[in-house]
């Protein structure tokens, strides 16, 4: 079939049904969605058999919906329309949700019912909903309904529904005086990470994101009224409730930045960091038995003396590594080779193993006095390529990554680095740093890819800028194993897998070969100067004359509109479609 996604943004549930839909071998382009006439072009350029809309803020033009086939993913249950459906399902604290495709007609979400998948809710974000559950249930919708064509099948039954407006902030509300923790955790985890959840934070309006049950920490704190600010633990503030406490990780605040900007969104330690300086710190060792007790990283092992496995678990917001956190990670990984395993896996965090280096504090370097984005940008990368470096001289035991979530640029790089990588049939790859304005890339990349997947072969992917699925990085060499279909049967299989490797009597012979394999690569070429040669480069990405890095992450962090669709995915404007 030939299938056109039309989408506001080639997001993580647009890039999952690019790769499924083209490994199915459909024939599918994308538009972004950036005005009618650009779609009306792409369409007639394409002459789709279908058009898919997973992700779209405005609606398809009439001229498009009533001569083609228009089909929109809907993350709401069959019945509900609006543009808030998850929100409400989280405020609403729904125990099970679903996803609807449905036909495009005049009306919003007020089509013809193609196929609908329902899933359980979980206590999560809705960003972290939308990357699971949300985005499997989509995938196996939109297969169903393209079984249902051609097109020429009977048309399904339009939906009777109640319409649903954009969820007002006073809905989101807090009252912190009477709500507790699960309440306030619904309300923050319902806007996040779009639109957040409007508050005032020492005494300054802004918007929080990235809040965690904090009713470990709160017994180690005394005193504090609801809603009082009482400790602060990483990038996070600890703010009291009626019967506990919640961590705040990030906040956006509402005042506009020294660029006279909308503000960006930040740990909330550096957002205030005067006043949350005065705050006392609350540490957590990071192999503390209690897993509940939030910290963004944490440390336990399993399996018996002899053939024993450690999980190093580091849950960075939406997979950034700032230097600070790269620097963490790596004394944390210190402290995990020091004791006695057999095996040390990396898991990466839950919605996201990695995305590379910090691009908001970067972004927020620019605007210190006496600092500068280019500055940032080096000794972030510095700090991820220390911290790779740490698992490539690890000799003495076997490293995996374990992929629950995506990973993006380096992140991708830092999981090369382990000895095996695994992952589940829903985690997206993008192996590659060419879209962040041709930046070069660091983490060994020019290393660990090509001793992985051949010189040619390394080339074309990181040249290519394609997401994979993990079955494709498989096929390709990327992806040691593919445990499990989603991220719910993952943790247990990987945990059976880590201990397996652990106990299998040619794990010492594989330690010895991997030890060997490394004095002989540092013979012919030291890690230090493939790092040498990467930072080179990157040195001109930051300082050069050229300053396409620096404006494409001005434009991600900023989330300006695209005004094209990049032509490695706007397949139909290359001629490259049959
Ligand atoms: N630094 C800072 N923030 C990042 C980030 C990074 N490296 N990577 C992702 N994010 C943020 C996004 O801004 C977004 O923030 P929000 O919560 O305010 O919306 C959130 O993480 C999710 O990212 P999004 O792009 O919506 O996720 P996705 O799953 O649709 O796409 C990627 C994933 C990896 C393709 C995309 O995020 C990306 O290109 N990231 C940049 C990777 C990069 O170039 N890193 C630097 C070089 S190492």
């Known amino acids: 079939m030939r299938i056109l996604l039309l989408s506001h943004s080639f997001n993580s549930l647009t890039q999952r049904l690019w790769v499924e839909l083209r490994g199915r071998g459909h024939t599918v382009s994308l538009e972004l969605d950036i005005a009618d006439a650009v779609t ?11 058009v898919l809309a997973p992700f779209l803020k405005r609606r398809i033009p009439e001229s498009v919906w009533s001569r083609h086939l228009c089909l929109v993913v809907h993350p709401g249950i069959v019945g509900d329309r609006g543009p808030a459906a998850l929100d409400r399902a989280i405020l609403r604290d ?24 329902g899933f359980p809710m979980r206590g999560a974000t809705k960003s972290s909903l939308y990357r699971g559950e949300v985005t499997q249930a989509a995938l196996a919708a939109v297969l169903q309904a393209l079984a249902r064509l051609p097109a020429d099948a009977p048309a399904p039954a339009p939906q009777a529904g109640q319409w649903w407006p954009a969820l007002p902030q006073a809905e989101r509300a807090i009252d912190w005086a009477t709500m507790p ?63 506990g406490a919640v961590w705040i990780g990030h906040v956006r605040l ?45 440390y336990r092992e399993a399996g018996t003396a002899g053939a024993r496995v450690g999980l190093l678990a580091f849950d960075f917001h939406n997979g950034a590594m700032s230097t600070r956190q790269c620097e963490r990670l790596r004394d944390a990984l210190r402290f995990a080779k020091a004791r ?95 879209n962040m304005g041709n930046l070069y890339g660091s983490e060994y990349w020019s ?11 390394a080339r074309q992917i990181t040249q290519g800028r394609q997401p994979l699925s993990a079955p494709q990085a498989q096929a390709l060499g990327l992806v040691d194993e593919v445990l499990a279909r989603d991220a719910r049967g993952f943790e247990a299989a990987l945990l059976q897998q880590a201990l397996a490797l652990a106990a299998h009597n040619a794990r010492p012979a594989r330690v010895a070969a991997k030890a060997a394999r490394r004095a002989a690569d540092e013979a012919e070429r030291p890690l230090q100067a493939y790092r040498d040669a990467e930072l080179a480069q990157m040195h001109r990405n930051f300082y050069g004359f050229d300053p396409s890095y620096h404006v494409a992450r001005y434009h991600f962090v900023r989330k300006l509109p695209h005004a094209w669709t990049p032509r490695h995915l706007a397949l139909h404007r290359e001629g490259r479609t049959p």
């Open 40 to 50: 009306e072009e792409a369409v007639a350029l394409f002459r789709p058999d279908v």
């Open 94 to 117: 729904e125990a099970a949700w679903g996803l609807t495709v449905l036909q495009a007609i005049a009306d919003f979400d007020a089509g013809p019912v193609w196929a609908s998948v």
């Open 181 to 243: 923790t699960a309440e306030v955790l619904r309300r923050i985890r319902c806007g996040d990470g779009h639109p957040g959840t409007a508050d005032r934070l020492f005494e300054a309006p802004c918007h929080l994101f990235d809040a965690h049950d904090g009713a470990a920490a709160a017994t180690r704190v005394p005193g504090g009224t609801p809603g009082e600010l009482i400790a602060r633990r990483g990038p996070a503030l600890l703010r009291r409730t009626v019967d």
């Open 254 to 298: 509402a005042a506009l930045d020294a660029e006279g900007l909308p503000s960006l969104k930040l740990p909330a330690t550096l957002a205030f960091a005067e006043a949350a300086s005065t705050l006392p710190e609350l540490p957590t060792p990071l192999d503390r038995a209690d897993a509940a007790d939030w910290d963004e990283l944490h």
């Open 340 to 434: 006695d395993t057999q095996v040390l896996v990396l898991l990466g965090g839950e919605d996201f193993f990695s995305n590379g280096i910090h691009l908001n504090l970067i972004e927020a370097a620019a605007q210190r006095p006496g600092d500068s984005a280019a500055d940032e940008s080096m000794r972030n990368i510095q700090a991820m390529d220390d911290l790779v470096l740490e698992l490539l001289t690890t000799t003495d035991r076997l490293t995996v990554a374990a992929l629950r979530g995506n990973a993006g640029a380096g992140g991708v790089f830092l999981a090369l680095a382990a000895d095996a990588v695994w992952a589940h049939e829903g985690v997206v790859l993008n192996p590659h740093y060419k």
């Open 447 to 457: 290393y660990v890819l090509p001793r992985r997947v051949g010189a040619e072969r």
